[in-house]
């Protein structure tokens, strides 16, 4: 409890636990000097020797990364991620971030090392100091030596100066049975040490002492003997001057201090004992402010904090921060220690507060006894400034001022300005007489004051400021962050400002101060006042601000009407070209595009047409119909065609086509669709084809392909326009594949006599229809063939070329072309006149005129074809034999040859025979059909190439013996395959050949071979067995194949596929075969002739195989038996036992492998037999088998059997000899199959003291069991007892192993969960209750004892609570509260677990337990969802009204106040929020006023109501003006006039006023209006009522609205000329003012005007004195000064002098081309450029 609320003050050092090193799972073995280093309050760094790794830990956010290193120590730098570590002799520094390492050295003898700065490491060995820095390459450099001790030295720290001119080094030492400091201080300036001191604990700190002007260094240190003290003694300065003080320390027996640390911050310095006890000290005084107990153990590693005070860790591992309370050490030290004067003291020195009565008492005390210096003294150095306000300048202001002195006040400025920076009302006070003054020297002065950071900025200084200096009121805007302000200045410097760039930067400076300060200005208003005063700078505005880089600032469309509105169209355009160049063409921006062209279509049409014309600009989202329109009417013809699409539209404009860009209409009618298009072009040709002629033409070359040319020929053919048809096809007509284009310009030219064209195309294009273009030649009849030589040359219509010219007596044209165009063609011409019966002489001539063409391999192939085809080869023998001659081995040559023998008779065999150029295949055919033997011959000499023909052949003639022996000569395997082939019909007649005849004659084995392995190709074990019988068995004994080996083979292999009943009588008979390769073959899964390979076996003596055929194949373990009895060698024992053992014969399986001594299958017999539970028999296997192989699994089952057996002194035996077995694996299995006894022998021979407190469990010997695992010492066993000791209810066992579970976290919950499923539910609290004084005790136990007090023991729940909320798991805690409905306790929680939000829900929720009023004014403040305010606003309004105003004042400031109001007025409550209503009405808001308003009009307190109008006029004045108008008062009536006067609504305020005769409001109104019609209306009323004094007095009040003629006519016609005579006589005396100022500007003016004609008349009579004299000298020519004549058409080039060029054909550009970039062709002559 403070002491403002009348308790005892609070401590002056807070305690703040920053983690606990067990929590994050450091061992608390490691916890100790030599492995934790703290070297700030970022990180601590954990040598775990147990884990050899490095745990650092970064304190903010209780992240630990362990590093796999195993170092002597490691030192975290103390602000970056960067470890020192030392090894031995190696020291490293590496960068955890970077992942690298950045230095390295060695030194040896390393006995202490530190970071004194994040740049330097202090290392000690044991005779020296070094520092070692980050920066470069630089190695340790040595300091000072460390001076000499008797005795063994702990070093245990090491500092410096804040100038680094000091260094201290303290160790401890053992003297006797106590300890004693040894402190080494040593001055860098003066390069030596001082004696060693005995000191245990010694720093430096640095502050300001009193009556000095800057920080001293202070040397604190302590001494135990002959009394412990603290001695402060400042060092750097002359001993005389130097600081010093002592005070005596306190410490219970043998404890002594370990550790000091200055707080520079508050002028304390903290002592650490060995005892854990905390102590701090004042320097300056040198008294004790606080000691106390601060840990159960030892703080062994401390640093100083960043934020203040220090950071320790104790032997626990709990990380603390202390620090000096400042809200409560001045109270503390006030009332608790009762030194006021220490308290005042620091109060002033570090504006603390906790004095400010004090501090207020003394102020009165020393203004009244006229002590002012004093009191201003005071006043300035008030901590917390509780002097410095407009109280204390008033009064300093009312003090008079001496004689030629400065004013009391300035002198108090003065002294505030020495000693640091005025608050705000302070420098106001200050800035305005000095501004009044006007002078600059003042102006420099509060300049001066502010970069010294002597001002307080406030907005009131800034208004201040802008009236003399707008730059300085800048800086104090913006050091005040008033940022309406601050734009507002930066925007006025940009309209000031002398050049763009400056302007530009003024505006900048607006966007960057709006980011910076996260403030969003209306920057359209801005835009909107700038344009009034400078239209240039409001667009340089505009355009930043549309051209943001974060974005526009203000939408275009705003600011682009902003400027229309003021008729600016330059700047208009200027920011919609700019805002639309950065944005591309965007959709979104289609209206901005339209008013862009639009405003310049119809101000400056060649503006609009520049931007469409742009490259810069590509808009295409604007109002196109409308925008055409604006073009049209501009006279813009080209643009309106690009934006029309209506063809209506389109049509219109392009009547004006001769004032278009021809270029642009190319392309134009590129764009169109293309019926569209056409539609157009047709229209071109219809209303003037003269003119557009050439037009369409280009068009039409130009998007031949978009226009099809179909559609295009036929728009030409319409209009019967064959000129306009031949030169559009001729521009394409080289490069189109559409045959019926190329055909169509064929026949065009034709018509018009172009045959040479004619004759190019049909001989160079590819792509026409030589079908129909050949027909068209043929019908026009052509007296020159060439065109129709050429297409049927080309496309292969030669025989009705020949056929054409053979009819129409063109022979020579047929030779010619033969013998000259194309010798290839010979064939089929010749082929052509046969058919047409021509002369053989003429025919004989022209094949003897042709010879073969080298590049034509197939002319003769050919040439014997056509002839053949007609059965006249013998008119080719005489040709052919002269090309044989000539040494020509063509194929087609020597088949001709062939073929005239064979149909001659000319004997044939022979030719067929030798000559061995004809093809076999082709031949043979042409001889099948005459004489099949010579079709066999000629297939034979092919190789091979002919084989099916020859079978084919043979076959069908029964040639069978010719295709035996073919086939046993060639061995081929696929022909055999083919002949072979079961769907072959004469199979078995070749087969009897090939048996009978063909392989008896054979006498080369490889025929042989051949020949079987066709046969069993083709699937013929019959037959083959047959034949390889009729070989071995049946053949000579001395014969080739009678013991062959591989014959053999095949033959019994043969027999185990084809006839299984033959094979045992062929493995007996037969010696030469592979018998263990048969064997496998027959036993195979395929064949399964298991007798005969197990006879094959026995023959060949393989007995293993032989038995394995029994057991495996036959499955007869009992004739294997019998075998083994037989043969009776060990591998068959051993595959026996095997089998016996697969058949789960293990009895008879053990006795087999013992007789075959085989430990091989021990893996498999252990599973059996333990599995049949034959662990006697088993046990003589394994004596066996461990003779032989040493196996932990043995050792492992014979340990098993003897505990199976119970033989338990075999087994203690056994395991005391030497063996390999794996007790603990046995022990294991042991207490799996509940073998507790035998598992209790193995778990104590190995001292598995873990496992063996389970067994001592499961025997019911917990007291052992206990014993046991308190020698284990492992969590899982203290957790295993533990548990069944509770089960057993054994709970004083249970507790004992408890203690020792819930030190680890992880299994608390665990535990405490089997307690409470049990029902024990006392038990377990008592146990934790135990556990919260443990050493080791964590956050875990205190909230799970938290939670079973929720649960089981509520009245201790909120004791426990408020003593242990720090060590709490306060979200674990909580949901235990709300579930138990605690909602005292969840509240509490809540509020120190800063979660204000939930306090306040559960509050309202669960208001009759957990509200309080002031506790819950406390929490509301401090939620950060202002959705809590309302809902504690509706809760109060419901629960408790009355205090409803409070929770509403407290509330105000962070209040949405129409929301508020809004609440209140839903449910006509406001006259119970009134209170709170007038307090934030300040705040003019519309919403409040609209209900204080209301409240007092409900209550007809007009005078409020007034007071209210006049000072809040945010509300809707309107509506409460009308309300007003029916009241039933007087007074509210003329608030209604009043209000319509204030909104401008004149008429209806005169109105009111004239209804309740308030003559005076009516007159006021008026004047206020400036409106001379409801002047006169009034006087006229005035006049109507009789009204004469209102008469005259409305006179006065609106003397300036009223004409003199109207007053005066009224006055003379009602009889009041004695009212009007004031008005009249003031009326003429301002008339004659105005016109005797007027002669006076009119004399000026003539006079001015006077004096400018005398100087005009001067300067024009001087010029013509000069052009005369220039007139009338040598060579001056009269011509000279002739005006020359007009040209009318910009000279020559355009039709000569005066003349306009005559216009181009259809209005086409003069430099069109018109074949649209191709080439003409060369044979269009100079027909390609004439007229149409």
């Known amino acids: 409890m403070s002491a403002a609320n009348g308790g005892t003050p609070a401590p002056p050092v807070g305690f703040k636990e920053v983690l606990s090193l067990t929590q994050l799972g450091i061992n608390q073995a490691e916890i100790k000097f030599k492995n934790v280093t703290l070297e700030s309050n970022k990180f601590i760094s954990v040598r775990e020797e147990t884990r050899g790794q490095l745990a650092i830990i970064t304190t903010a956010s209780r992240h630990v990364l362990r590093l796999p290193v195993k170092v002597d120590s490691a030192i975290m730098n103390p602000v970056s991620k960067v470890v020192a570590l030392r090894s031995g002799s190696n020291l490293q520094i590496y960068n955890l971030e970077m992942k690298s390492k950045m230095k390295s050295t060695t030194m040896e003898g390393v006995v202490y090392w530190r970071w004194i700065s994040p740049k330097i490491i202090a290392i000690v060995s044991g005779s020296s100091v070094y ?102 003694l400042e060092v750097g300065v002359a001993r005389d001057k130097a600081f010093k003080t002592s005070a005596a320390l306190r410490f219970k027996g043998a404890d002594f201090p370990v550790a000091m640390l200055a707080d520079n911050k508050y002028g304390v310095v903290f002592i650490i004992s060995k005892a854990g006890l905390l102590f701090v000290y004042e320097l300056q005084s040198g008294k004790c402010i606080f000691a106390q107990q ?307 279509l119809m101000s400056m049409p060649q503006v609009a047409n520049a931007i469409m014309e742009s490259e810069d600009y590509s808009f295409s989202h604007y109002d196109k119909v409308k925008i055409a329109q604006l073009c049209e009417n501009a006279g813009l013809y080209q643009r309106a065609l690009e934006h029309y699409e209506d063809l209506a539209d389109i049509k219109r404009v392009l009547g004006n086509a001769p004032r278009i860009n021809a270029e642009f209409l190319l392309e134009f009618f590129g764009r169109m669709a293309p019926e569209d298009c056409l539609e157009c072009l047709h229209d071109l040709l219809k209303y003037n084809l003269t003119q557009n002629i050439r037009l369409v033409v280009e068009i039409a070359k130009k998007w031949n392909d978009y226009l099809t040319p179909a559609k295009l020929i036929a728009l030409f053919e319409e209009f019967q326009s064959y000129n306009g048809l031949y030169f559009y096809l001729g521009s394409f007509v080289n490069f189109t594949e559409d045959a019926d284009v190329i055909f169509k310009y064929i026949k065009a030219a034709v018509k018009l006599g172009q045959l040479r064209e004619v004759e190019r195309v049909c001989r160079d294009n590819e792509k026409y229809n030589a079908e129909d273009v050949k027909a068209f030649l043929i019908e026009e009849g052509l007296k020159d063939p060439r065109p129709l030589i050429h297409v049927c040359d080309r496309h292969g219509y030669v025989d009705e070329l020949t056929s054409y010219l053979y009819k129409n007596s063109m022979y020579p044209f047929i030779e010619a072309y033969v013998q000259r165009m194309n010798s290839k063609a010979a064939p089929a011409v010749i082929g052509a006149l046969l058919d047409l019966n021509a002369n053989e002489d003429q025919i004989q001539q022209l094949i003897s005129s042709v010879r073969p063409p080298p590049d034509d391999p197939e002319f003769i192939a050919r040439l014997v074809e056509e002839v053949g085809k007609r059965n006249r080869l013998k008119l080719l023998r005489n040709w052919l034999e002269q090309r044989k001659a000539e040494g020509s081995q063509d194929t087609a040559l020597h088949n001709g040859l062939a073929k005239i023998a064979i149909d001659t008779n000319n004997n044939p065999q022979h030719f067929l025979t030798t000559n061995t150029f004809y093809d076999p295949k082709e031949i043979g055919q042409y001889c099948e059909s005459r004489d099949p033997h010579l079709s066999f011959i000629a297939y034979r000499r092919a190789g091979g190439e002919c084989d099916d023909e020859l079978i084919a052949v043979t076959t069908k003639n029964g040639f069978f013996k010719d295709l035996a022996r073919y086939l046993v000569e060639r061995q081929d395997g696929d022909l ?238 056994f395991i005391s000899a030497p063996n390999v077995a ?307 008062l007087l007074e509210f009536r003329r608030l209604s006039a009043y209000l319509y006067k204030m909104n401008k609504r004149f008429k209806e305020s005169i109105k009111l006023s004239k209804q309740d005769r308030m003559w005076q409001d009516c007159m006021e109104t008026v004047a206020e209006s400036k409106d001379k019609t409801l002047a006169e209306d009034l006087l006229r009323f005035f006049v109507d009522n009789d009204e004469k004094e209102c008469f005259g007095a409305c006179l006065f009040a609106c003397y300036e609205l009223l004409s003199p003629d109207v007053v005066l006519e009224l006055a003379w016609r009602h009889n009041l000329m004695h009212f009007s005579m004031p008005y009249m006589i003031q009326t003429f005396r301002h008339y004659e003012d105005r016109v005797e100022k007027l002669e006076a500007r009119l004399d000026a003016k003539d006079k001015k005007e006077h004096a400018k004609d005398e100087e005009e008349k001067k300067r024009t009579e001087a010029q013509a004195t000069s052009e005369a004299q220039m007139m009338g000298g040598p060579g001056f020519s009269p011509m000279l000064a002739l005006p020359a004549p007009p040209m009318n058409g910009g000279g020559m080039g355009g039709g000569g002098m005066g003349m306009n060029p005559p216009p181009m054909m259809g209005g086409m550009n003069p430099n069109m081309s018109m074949n649209g970039g191709m080439p003409p062709s060369p044979n269009m002559g100079g027909n390609y450029g004439a007229p149409f």
Request: include cysteine; aromatic fraction near 8%.
């Open 294 to 600: 601060a840990a159960r153990g030892t703080m062994f590693s401390s640093a100083e904090h960043e934020d203040g005070g220090i950071v320790t860790v104790d032997q626990t591992g709990r990380v603390s921060h202390f620090y000096v309370d400042r809200d409560n050490v001045v109270q503390y030290i006030c009332k608790r220690l009762n030194d006021l004067e220490l308290g005042i003291n620091m109060a002033k020195r570090y504006n603390l507060p906790g004095a400010e009565p004090m501090f207020k008492e003394q102020f009165e005390r020393l203004m009244a006894g006229q002590r002012v210096q004093e009191a201003m003294q005071l006043a300035a150095s008030s901590p917390q400034g509780v002097l410095r306000n407009m109280d204390t300048i008033n009064r300093f202001k009312q003090l008079p001022t001496m004689p030629g002195q400065k004013s009391i006040v300035l002198q108090y400025f003065s002294m505030l300005l020495s000693k640091g920076k005025l608050n705000a009302v302070e420098s106001i006070e200050l800035a305005r007489p000095v501004l009044n003054k006007k002078s600059p020297a003042g102006l420099q002065h509060i300049q001066n004051w502010l970069k010294e950071d002597k001002l307080e900025c406030s907005e009131d200084l800034g208004d201040l400021l802008k009236q003399y200096d707008i730059k300085l009121a800048l800086s104090v805007f913006l050091r005040a962050k008033v940022p309406e302000k601050v734009i507002g200045c930066f925007l006025a410097m940009g309209a000031q400002a002398p050049d763009d760039a400056a302007a530009r930067a003024a505006f900048q400076n607006i966007f960057k101060y709006s980011k910076q300060a996260d403030f969003q200005p209306d920057y359209a208003l801005l835009v909107q006042q700038l344009l009034r005063f400078n239209r240039e700078r409001a667009k340089d505005l505009g355009l930043l601000l549309i051209r943001n880089e974060d974005g526009p600032r203000v939408d275009v469309q705003t600011l682009v009407n902003t400027f229309m509105q003021a008729n600016d169209v330059k700047n208009t355009t200027n920011i919609l070209l700019e805002y639309l160049r950065g944005r591309g063409d965007r959709e979104e921006d289609a209206d901005l595009q339209t008013k862009l062209l639009e405003i310049n």
């Open 976 to 1213: 055999w395959a083919k002949v072979l082939a079961e769907d072959n019909e004469e199979r078995r007649q070749l087969i009897d050949q090939v048996v009978a005849t063909a392989l008896p004659e054979s006498q080369v084995p490889e025929e042989v071979s051949a020949t079987v392995k066709a046969f069993m190709a083709a699937n013929l074990p019959k037959e083959l067995i047959e034949l390889l019988e009729k070989l071995i068995l049946h053949g000579p004994s001395d014969g080739v194949f009678h013991k062959n080996r591989n014959l053999q083979n095949l033959l019994i292999l043969t027999a185990i596929k084809a006839d299984k009943s033959r094979v045992l009588e062929y493995v007996t008979r037969l010696d030469y075969y592979d018998g263990p390769d048969i064997a496998k073959i027959a036993v195979s899964q395929q064949y399964q002739l298991y007798e005969e390979a197990f006879f094959i076996y026995k023959k060949f003596e393989k007995g293993a195989e032989a038995i394995s055929v029994l057991l495996d194949d036959l499955d007869s373990i009992e004739r294997a038996s019998e075998f083994a009895e037989y043969w009776d060698k060990p591998d068959v024992w051993s595959i026996l036992g095997k089998a016996q053992l697969d058949a789960n014969m293990v009895a008879e399986a053990i006795a087999s492998l013992l007789r075959a001594q085989d430990p091989s299958h021990y893996r498999e017999v252990l599973e059996a037999a333990t599995q049949q539970e034959l662990f006697q028999e088993l046990i003589e296997y394994i004596l066996m088998a461990r003779a032989k192989v040493k196996e932990t699994v043995l050792d492992n089952a014979l340990i098993h059997a003897y505990a199976k057996t119970n033989r338990l002194a075999d087994l203690e035996e």
């Open 131 to 232: 520092h070692w820095t980050m920066d470069g390459g630089a190695e340790p450099k040595k300091v000072f030596d460390r001076s000499a001790f008797d005795g063994q030295v702990q070093i245990i720290n090491y500092a410096s100066s804040a100038d680094d001119k000091w260094l201290i080094l303290g160790g401890i030492a053992r003297q006797g049975q106590g300890v004693r400091g040894v402190l080494q201080v040593y001055s860098v300036d003066a390069g030596k040490s001082q004696p060693t001191m005995d000191a245990h604990a010694a720093c430096f700190a640095n502050i300001t002492i009193d009556g000095r002007d800057k920080p001293s260094t202070l040397f604190c240190f302590t001494k135990m003997q002959p009394q412990p003290t603290l001695n402060v």
């Open 1222 to 1528: 794996k007790l603990e694996t046995v022990g294991d299995q042991c207490l799996e199959e509940e073998l507790y006894e035998a598992a209790k022998v193995l778990f104590s021979h190995i001292n598995n003291n873990a496992k063996l407190a389970l067994s001592l469990v499961k025997l019911k010997y917990f007291q052992e069991a206990v014993d046991a695992a308190r020698k284990a010492n492992a969590i899982s066993t203290w957790k295993f007892v533990c548990f069944s000791c509770v089960d057993a209810e054994k709970f004083r066992l249970a507790a004992m192993c408890g203690v020792n579970v819930i030190v680890y976290n992880d299994h608390l919950l665990e535990l405490v969960r089997h307690y409470e499923t049990a029902g024990h539910f006392e038990q377990v609290i008592h146990l934790l209750e135990q556990g919260v004084n443990l050493e080791r005790a964590h956050q875990g136990i205190f909230t799970q004892l938290g939670i079973l007090y929720a649960k089981h023991r509520e009245e201790k729940l909120m004791e426990h609570i408020k003593s242990h909320w720090q060590r709490l798991n306060i979200p674990t805690l909580l949901s235990a509260c709300k579930a138990n409905q605690h909602w005292p306790e969840a509240v509490f929680l809540y509020c120190h677990y800063d979660q204000y939000d939930n306090a306040v829900d559960v509050i309202i929720e669960h208001s009759a337990q957990a509200w309080a009023h002031e506790s819950f004014m406390d929490t509301v403040l401090k939620v950060s969802n202002t959705e809590i305010y309302y809902r504690a606003i509706n809760f109060y309004l419901n629960e408790h009204p009355m205090q409803l105003n409070d929770l509403l004042l407290e509330l105000a400031p962070k209040l949405d106040h129409p929301r508020v109001v809004s609440i209140f007025r839903s449910g006509n409550n406001l006259p119970l929020v009134r209170k709170y209503l007038l307090h934030v009405q300040s705040n003019n808001i519309a919403a409040v006023n609209e209900a204080v308003n209301k409240l007092y009009l409900e209550a007809e307190d007009y005078k409020s109501l007034r007071s209210s109008i006049d000072t809040y006029d945010a509300f809707d004045q309107i509506a409460l003006a009308q309300r007003l108008e029916g009241h039933s």
